[in-house]
């Protein structure tokens, strides 16, 4: 039988030719001395630069590296859940294809999802908006107001007390990742909303920690993107309330 890995790192990628290879060469360089097995899968998400090859050429060279090559863009949503369904460790995390957030921060989070900090967490997210986060370089003012209004909106309606919910590098369990993904409707820039939303429902507990968050003035994130995830706010809000996702009773 196939040993499990401890470590899943799932990275969605779309038209990443020239950002990725710095971010494989700083994950491998911080999971090779690791004293744990690991995985890391890239999703190309049909991308129409060549993503898939510049992955492809890092397979001899990064351990553990696996493509997992979409020829038809899907979206976000679609290509992180089947990510995080085709992983196989105790522990997926999904991070940005722009290293953002570096993957040593993973190891600020193993004492939370372990229980060895008092509490055991079955999902540990990233976030910028906590005590100890740090931002470099600080992101435009319009950002953060942009940011700050939609995260009240988030919490008022699927998850008070969560202060960022959009940081992209979130860990669930095993166990959550295969109850909570196979549920989820949203294709787009939604999925960490609806994830959450789903493992809270469940049940489950989730543990913010502060990140280093590394803005890159390149980011392909429109504005556009903002209204986008505050419809698909409304849209889970509703579901839940429905039960369209069939969770009632769950866990």
């Avoid at 369904?85 to 522990?91: H, Q, T, V």
């Avoid at 700050?148 to 166990?175: H, R, Y």
């Avoid at 809270?200 to 995830?229: C, F, H, L, Q």
Wanted: hydrophobic share 40%; with cysteine; proline share 4%.
């Amino acid at each position: 039988m196939e040993k499990q890995p401890y470590l899943s790192v799932v990275i969605p990628a779309y038209n990443e030719a020239q950002r990725i290879p710095v971010t494989l060469v700083d994950i491998d360089k911080h999971l090779r001395g690791a004293d744990f097995d690991y995985e890391i899968l890239v999703i190309n998400d049909g991308s129409k630069d060549n993503t898939a090859e510049v992955v492809k050429n890092f397979e001899p060279i990064v351990a553990n590296l696996r493509l997992v090559d979409n020829k038809v863009n899907q979206g976000k949503g679609k290509v992180v859940r089947q990510g995080m369904l085709e992983a196989k460790g105790k522990f997926r995390l999904f991070t940005d294809a722009d290293n953002s957030t570096s993957i040593d921060h993973f190891f600020k989070m193993i004492p939370y999802l372990e229980g060895t900090e008092g509490t055991k967490y079955d999902v540990v997210i990233g976030s910028r908006d906590v005590k100890g986060s740090k931002l470099v370089p600080p992101q435009p003012f319009y950002r953060r107001a942009l940011g700050n209004v939609g995260n009240l909106i988030i919490q008022m309606f699927l998850l008070p007390g969560l202060w960022d919910t959009q940081c992209g590098f979130k860990c669930f369990s095993a166990e959550v990742a295969e109850r909570v993904f196979p549920f989820m409707k949203i294709n787009r820039w939604a999925i960490d909303i609806e994830a959450l939303s789903l493992a809270k429902t469940m049940g489950y507990k989730i543990k913010e920690i502060p990140v280093t968050w590394v803005n890159d003035t390149r980011s392909t994130v429109k504005g556009s993107a903002y209204i986008g995830v505050l419809r698909d706010v409304l849209k889970i809000r509703f579901w839940l309330w429905t039960d369209a996702y069939k969770i009632r009773g769950s866990k």
